[in-house]
T-cell receptor, first 117, second 111 residues
């Protein structure tokens, strides 16, 4: 069974479109994250949710809206896509946190490669 | 400004040798530091965690050190194998943040 699964794995779309990436974890973790990995392979935190509540939002444009319907799911919706949004987006989860800090290892999904044309 | 630097983008070594990767940080006071491995087209996979009060941690052929005075962690792979070829990421946590990653070092082990 896949611990952290993301869909779709690949997404190619035109500038200006709206798209969503879904993430689900079956590890029973309380905390989930979205990271963006750019073309230079730099992995940067975007959002962190603890038990469905947003706890970290790292100066991400408000075109990006995370939604957590329950603690096992954290979806990412992106409006009005721009060329610079092209990247690989990783979802991750970890055990319960204190004050927003991860308490242990992160479990990552396989990534969703978004290409904006 | 706050920085995490992995000072080699790429490291090439021969099979059997020890690979040593460096992670330096500035203007952070991390509670602990982690190392991950990332293969092409895959998500990062956790390898080791070392806390600020620990000097060294080992797991099989892997060893991590953490020097809070030097603000540095070293990651060693002994008896390296071609299968160890991957990108290795260091990451740290301090209060109120999620895990923050360095840019990674891509290790190539040739047979």
């Amino acid at each position: 069974d896949t611990a952290v699964s993301q869909t779709p794995k690949y997404l190619v779309t035109q500038m200006g479109n709206d798209k969503s990436i879904k993430c689900e974890q079956n590890l029973g973790h309380d905390t989930m994250y979205w990271y963006k990995q750019d073309s230079k392979k730099f992995l940067k935190i975007m959002f962190s949710y603890n038990n469905k509540e947003l706890i970290i939002n790292e100066t991400v444009p408000n075109r990006f809206s995370p939604k957590s319907p329950d603690k096992a799911h954290l979806n990412l919706h992106i409006n009005s896509l721009e060329l610079g949004d092209s990247a690989v987006y990783f979802c991750a989860s970890s055990r319960p946190t204190s004050g927003g800090a991860a308490s242990g290892e992160l479990f990552f999904g396989e990534g969703s490669r978004l290409t904006v044309l | 400004s706050q920085k995490i630097e992995q000072n080699s983008e790429a490291l090439n070594i021969q099979e059997g040798k020890t690979a040593t990767l460096t992670c330096n940080y500035t203007n952070y006071s991390p509670a602990y530091l982690q190392w991950y491995r990332q293969d092409p087209g895959r998500g990062p996979v956790f390898l080791l965690l070392i806390r600020e009060n620990e000097k060294e941690k080992r797991k099989e052929r892997l060893k991590v050190t953490f020097d809070t005075t030097l603000k540095q962690s070293l990651f060693h792979i002994t008896a390296s194998q071609p299968a160890d070829s991957a990108t290795y990421l260091c990451a740290l946590v301090q209060a109120g943040t999620a895990l923050i990653f360095g840019k990674g070092t891509t290790l190539s082990v040739s047979s």
